[in-house]
């Protein structure tokens, strides 16, 4: 899929092909993790790893907690983000997002 042949559509937030028709939220996300964002950022476990190292020092250093947050964790607690987002502004992009994030816990054994 191609990004320059898709459009959000202003009335309901979802992405439409050319042609005015829905993309699937699936393809939407494939296209995201496995497209763009790797080539921009590299793989994901590369970042995941970082996020959850600083969410653990984060956490240690504000509230003494000792909870070692690792990759798949970041992975979920963005999924809350998102669903907690659709709950409150139901869009596609939320659910394109959800998706992606579990489908990265599954990229995190990936050899990079």
Known sequence: MVGSLLRTDQDDGSVKDVWGKKVN???????????DREETY???????VSIAQLWTIYLHQKY???VIVN??????????????????????????????????????????
């Open 25 to 35: 939220a699936i393809d939407l996300a494939k296209d995201i993790i496995y497209g």
């Open 64 to 66: 003494g907690s000792n």
């Open 71 to 112: 990759a798949e964790d970041v992975c979920w607690m963005m999924n809350l983000l998102k669903m907690t987002r659709q709950m409150n502004s139901a869009k596609q992009d939320n659910v394109v997002d959800a998706i992606g994030y579990l489908a990265l816990i599954d990229r995190l054994g990936e050899k990079k």
């Open 42 to 48: 590299g793989h994901p476990s590369k970042n995941l």
